[in-house]
């Protein structure tokens, strides 16, 4: 089925053609059309092209009233103020239009595809082998991979990239550690937990940084394994790779936790990109982008100065001959334009690596690797912090392990659902994956419906409440719908146009029908925030409806009936399929 068209559209429509046939040269210009408090629409641009064609701004208007049809989509329109046009729209063609998203046998509620899909590569959740994921690995995950579903959603080729930290000099340690010690990460069971494999991992680390601090040999011999990893030593190789692999059952466990989908062939680590460090400084070195400096391949930049007023530059490869993160990320920009052919490169960063990245995409432009076709863009998040306003701590001073913020989310969501349980029959199964449900997407929602270059406080109190902007509230408003459809018995939702709307039920319907084009702008701009915002406005509406609206009322023609079933289980289709967008279930019972 094709895209429907919103009623925003329609209506901008109606207004360019009677604008253009007012005044031509006004043909193709904005009317400015927004939701309005004062009618269904207000379109402000008249004032605008009344100072241009120096007329009065309230008979232009008047002039232009007088050229819109209306009937089929636009009720009525008043001039109203010093030239604004209100605009309110036949009740018919609001449910003629969510009739025609209901029917889409897509499945896409009548979303259009993107008009111009290319291929983006996100680079997101970047964990770091053999040490354990904490609360600031969070966000970069949580975002990540919602951008990924929108723009999935969208119809943009998508390439996923986990830039896992998987190579440095601690692996010189922690291999040598394992060479004289060679059955510390052996199993005693076929099948380990990731649990099991991080505290091998960091019982292995702990020891082995204490035997390197403490034994001169012990070091010598460690930093001489660095060296044989980074010449490819066989050997070593595979011991690193036995590392990677303890790491990787770890990683997949956090984030099936987590509820996301992390595929081995998208994880391309640091270690990804060795093969290609040389030719990338030589490639910099030879166009003149980067220059030696005592010794070191640098890149300067004018407006880069540290304290002293000098300037700072992105170091390429130290004087030592080793490559720092700059040859890392400025590789794989090379192979994800080069051979990943990707249009956009998305990074979701902490904010506090701006000036690194910002340093590394203008090295990339000025070597001809990004330019007007290809874009480099940093999605960067802020801070999650405690309470107290400060970065989330454990009482003890620690940072807070990732799993154990996880654990104590579903066990709070649980005891939340338990609480209702009886009231809606849930089976102790049922409970338990509902806790994982409402307690997953209570995390992933107050970090998503924060715009992510914000801190935002970590309340798990307020994240588990059936009250307020919260998952758990529009999980509910889902699966009250979901009841409502149960008890309806034969009664089936069926859309009557012929039928005059309630205030509570136009209210409704309108914000469904700006389902299509919000979910096209925020994955256009990568917020997910403002996805966010809108399903809780749109739940939110829902909770008016029903309080003013009977569904199932015995007092009902029978069309009416069918109309508000049709009505609400357009809001699940919408809720169901927002939330989704989010990471986020929607459970049937709650």
């Known amino acids: 089925m094709a895209s429907v068209t919103s009623l925003s559209d329609n209506v901008q429509q109606h207004l360019a053609s009677a604008l253009s046939a007012t005044l031509p040269e006004a043909a193709g210009a904005d009317p400015l059309l927004r939701r309005s408090d004062r009618a269904d629409f207000q379109a402000n641009g008249i004032l605008a092209l009344a100072k241009k064609a ?122 040598q550690y394992l060479d004289e ?125 540290g304290p002293d007023g000098n300037p700072v530059p992105l170091i390429v490869q130290k004087s030592d001959g080793g490559y720092g993160y700059a040859a890392t990320d400025l590789s794989a920009i090379r192979d994800r334009v080069f051979n990943l052919k990707a249009n956009t490169l998305l990074y979701v960063v902490d904010a506090r690596q701006a000036l690194h990245f910002r340093m590394v995409f203008e090295t990339a432009r000025r070597a001809g690797w990004l330019n007007d076709d290809v874009t480099a863009v940093q999605l960067a998040f802020g801070t999650i912090l405690g309470k107290d306003g400060k970065p989330f701590k454990t009482r003890a001073g620690e940072t807070v392990k990732l799993e154990d913020l996880l654990d104590e989310a579903v066990e709070r969501a649980t005891a939340v659902v338990r609480e209702k349980a009886e009231k809606v029959g849930l089976t102790e199964q049922e409970i338990t994956e509902n806790g994982r449900f409402v307690g997953i997407g209570a995390v992933k929602y107050a970090d998503l419906s924060t715009s992510a270059v914000r801190d935002y406080k970590f309340d798990l109190d307020q994240m588990v409440s059936l009250n307020g902007d919260t998952s758990v509230y529009l999980q509910y408003a889902y699966a009250r719908i979901q009841s409502i459809l149960r008890k ?103």
């Open 54 to 175: 120096k007329a009065n701004p309230r008979e232009l208007a008047a002039q232009v009233v007088s050229r819109i049809v209306t009937g089929d989509v636009i009720k009525d329109v008043e001039v109203s103020g010093p030239g604004f046009l209100n605009i309110t729209i036949a009740d018919r063609a609001i449910t003629e239009n969510l009739a025609a998203r209901y029917a889409d046998e897509a499945g896409r509620l009548g979303v259009p595809f993107a008009e111009h899909p290319g291929t983006t590569v996100i680079d997101y959740a970047q964990p770091n082998v053999a040490k354990e994921m904490h609360v600031g690995h969070l966000r970069s995950a949580v975002i990540g991979d919602s951008v990924v579903q929108l723009l999935e959603f969208t119809g943009e080729n998508v390439v996923r990239r986990h830039h896992i930290g998987d190579w440095g000099t601690q692996f010189g340690m922690l291999i």
């Open 488 to 590: 309806a018995g034969e009664a089936r939702p069926v859309p009557h146009p012929e039928l005059a709307l309630a205030p509570a039920e136009r209210a409704l319907g309108l914000h469904l029908d700006q389902f299509a084009e919000t979910l096209l702008e925020v994955a256009a701009a990568y917020e997910p925030h403002k996805l966010a915002a809108y399903l809780y406005q749109l739940a939110s509406h829902l909770t008016t409806f029903y309080d003013q609206c009977q569904v199932l009322s015995a007092d009902n023609p029978a069309e009416v009936v069918e109309n508000r079933l049709f009505l609400v289980d357009l809001t699940a289709r919408t809720l169901h399929q927002g939330m989704a967008l989010l990471g986020i279930r929607t459970p049937d019972k709650l």
């Open 181 to 305: 010690h060679p059955h510390e990460l052996d199993h005693k069971e076929a099948q380990v937990t990731g649990e099991e494999a991080m505290s091998n991992l960091d019982r292995l680390y702990k020891t082995a940084r204490k035997l390197f601090d403490s034994d001169e040999e012990f070091k010598t011999r460690a930093r001489r394994r660095v060296v044989d990893l980074q010449a490819g030593d066989p050997k070593t190789l595979a011991m690193w790779q036995k590392f990677v692999d303890e790491s990787k059952i770890y990683f997949f466990s956090v984030f099936e936790k987590l509820d996301m989908e992390v595929r081995d062939p998208d994880i391309v680590g640091e270690s990804g990109y060795n093969d290609m460090l040389a030719e990338t400084c030589r490639l910099l070195e030879e166009s003149g982008v980067a220059v030696r400096s005592e010794g070191a391949l640098c890149v300067f930049f004018d407006d880069v100065k």
